[in-house]
């Protein structure tokens, strides 16, 4: 049974900086990939970043140059590192795990959600 958690969410001032991990388990393939997305409250859920096969990622433009994704894919761990956070950063932080790199809803594992608070 494939299972995603997510951990590393929290509170903190404008500024300042939070990781995000995101676990999976009951999976034993050698690699994944990984879909960052967050939702505010009133807004639809947006894409912030994301890692393929080989590591290489995109981000969102409203977060490029301050939020890096990675993978692990012997740990299946990937980490969501944010950095120079912002008020409208504030949101519910969902990772999902890709297991065929497809993008096949019926292949996606979505993690609990993190709430992330910046506040001013």
């Known amino acids: 049974q494939v299972q995603v958690v997510e951990s590393g969410g929290g509170s903190v001032q404008a500024g300042g900086s939070l990781r995000l991990s995101c676990a999976v388990s009951?999976?034993?393939?050698?690699?994944?990939?990984v879909g960052w997305f967050r939702q505010a409250p009133g807004k639809e859920r947006e894409a912030v970043a994301s890692?393929?096969?080989?590591?290489?990622?995109s981000y969102a433009t409203s977060v490029k140059g301050r939020f890096t994704a990675s993978k692990d894919n012997a740990q299946k761990i990937s980490y969501l590192q944010m950095n120079s956070l912002k008020v409208e950063d504030t949101g519910m932080y969902y990772c999902?795990?890709?297991?065929?790199?497809?993008?096949?809803?019926?292949?996606?594992?979505w993690g609990q959600g993190i709430q992330v608070t910046v506040s001013s």
């Open positions: 999902a795990a890709d297991l065929t790199c497809r993008l096949r809803s019926s292949d996606l594992y």
């Open positions: 890692v393929v096969r080989d590591g290489s990622t």
């Open positions: 009951g999976y034993t393939g050698s690699s994944y990939c």
